[in-house]
């Protein structure tokens, strides 16, 4: 059977922010069949919609930027399914668009995120970016353990009231801004951030391209 290789980008914002990404692909597989969007299935005896996520999104995170490749059966365009999905979604996710084709998530490496909080002055920043190791923990694959950030890091401004933070992503390397702000808890003296909300606000590739 035909397939046709698309990807959306999406936000994900207010209340959505508490969906799980187990859960987000629940929501996805309903949006599929509300909108009649012809989604093509895996075979087997188990067949399930072939969507996929970039870098699923924690929870308690909002996004401006998020990336869900699907493929379907028929020879649809572009913005015939945006329109299809558009009425169909819920609220605090919106498709911003739909493009042909399959984007270069295997190079993804870095995300951008602003960080909302009580703010450190630009020069405890600065003291804070030339530390040549910060070591907190960090949730593993085999559980948590104290992890050196540093490299990790890529760039940290103070923007109009938040932090922008530029931090490694992808299947090699992948540091959330909150492991970042623990880091800053404990790192700059007399520092402490207070409830942080975090924006993903676009995601990279190793050159710097955005997807």
Known sequence: MLKYDFYARYRKMGRAKYISHLDMVRVFNRVFRRGRIPVSYSEGFNPHPKISFALPLSVFYESECEIMLFSVTEDLSADELLNRFAPVMPEGLEIIEVKAGKPDVKHLSYCLYDVYCNLPSSDELAAFLALSS????????????????RCDIADIKLEDGCMSMLLSAGSNANLKPDVVIKAMNKYINGYFSGDCEYLRKSIYTNDMVEI
């Open 134 to 149: 910060m070591v907190v923990p960090k949730k593993t694959k085999s559980g948590i353990k104290d992890a050196d950030i």
